[in-house]
């Protein structure tokens, strides 16, 4: 199967249970294939490419359902900062501090990645 071909209803099933089951033995059960067949399939690069879609999208789907709850969590934080209890004032700062730092490292990154990618794009450009 090359990379650009579509992956069959056996593939389809084997990547529903990668999804869900806690062992890729577990995973080729449920799928009904062998455990061989399945560490063949993750040579395949349609194969890797539609897991990696499917496993793509829970996590979109999770990161859509935490920024549905990100103003509550960030209130919750800034209500710990004066509720009288030294070591969840802490924690909450801490906490802030730490997503603060974070958040500035992956916008710096954001910023390196782009500029890279214009860099090559021009280098490209060039050849």
């Known amino acids: 199967m090359s ?4 992956i069959g209803r056996k593939q389809e099933a084997a990547i529903a249970a990668l999804l869900t089951e806690r062992t890729h033995a577990d995973a080729a059960a449920k799928a009904g294939i062998s455990e061989a067949t ?10 890797i490419a539609a897991y990696r879609a499917a496993r793509r999208q829970i996590v979109e789907g999770g990161i859509g359902r935490v920024q549905r709850v990100f103003g509550e969590a960030v209130d919750t934080l800034r209500r710990n900062l004066t509720c009288g209890k030294p070591s969840v004032e802490i924690r909450a700062a801490a906490t802030i501090l ?3 730092v974070k958040g500035v ?3 710096d990154l954001v910023v390196e990645v782009e500029e890279l990618k214009r860099a090559f794009a021009d280098r490209g450009k060039q050849s």
């Not at 990379?3 to 579509?6: D, H, L, T």
């Open 38 to 47: 399945l560490q063949r399939w993750f040579r395949d690069f349609g194969f």
């Open 105 to 107: 490292e992956l916008a």
């Open 98 to 100: 730490e997503q603060a």
């Open 3 to 6: 990379a650009g071909s579509k």
